[in-house]
């Protein structure tokens, strides 16, 4: 089994021990520290690549969960000493580095929802991105067992390869709230989540006759 790196974790906790002793408004060590964490977020939170496509499913499965464990942990560290991490403190990088790893703790809703109510006091302030809002508002909803506002989650119909959203309440007016987040309509984001799963999946898809994905019209 491969496990995430001891001297990773080691070197982000030594990185965020140091941040915790800046008195500077702007924290570039724990923005380089989020920057380095998330390089690794992202290999695992893809399709393996490289080395990792050689590990059995169960191997690739064990480092996944590691590596969102591991950071997770230090996240509830960088959470609890600053609050939701804005513009101000790390950066608009790092304040969307520390979103992208909080969506990835599927196992802990309650602190992706600790997380959420502290971002909405951000967004308010123009001190985080409301679009990164709307996609944990819609994790957080799932997570717990309700239905999504912004359409942001989607599963795939596999035999026409096409996105679709999950479930998702009152879908008739989806747009306008998406706009009110400064999200583009959600017919071109489904189109575009089609294309790349088509694409991750071409050969696949081209041997079931496949060739390109099945697209929505554009509301004009």
Known sequence: MRKTPLLFILLCTAMLATAQNKTAKFNQVLADSLKSMVTVDQVAANV????????????????????????????????A?????????????????FWLMVQHCDKTPDFQKKVLNAMKEQVNKNN?????????TDRVLLNTGNKQVYGTQVTYNLAICQAIPRPLVD??????????????????????????????????YEQKGITQPKLYAIPQ
């Open 171 to 204: 879908s008739a007016n989806v747009n306008a709230r998406r706009k009110e987040v400064g999200l583009d309509v959600i017919e071109k984001y489904l189109n575009l989540m089609s294309e790349m799963h088509f694409n991750m999946n071409k050969a696949g």
């Open 128 to 136: 985080a991105d409301p679009k990164n809002y709307a996609y944990l």
């Open 48 to 79: 393996p690549q490289g080395k990792y496509r050689e590990l059995p499913s169960e191997e690739w499965q064990h480092f996944k969960d590691s590596v969102f464990s591991t950071h997770k942990k230090i996240l509830e560290q960088v959470f």
């Open 81 to 97: 000493q600053y609050g939701y991490p804005g513009y101000d403190l790390v950066g608009k990088e790092g304040e969307q580095n």
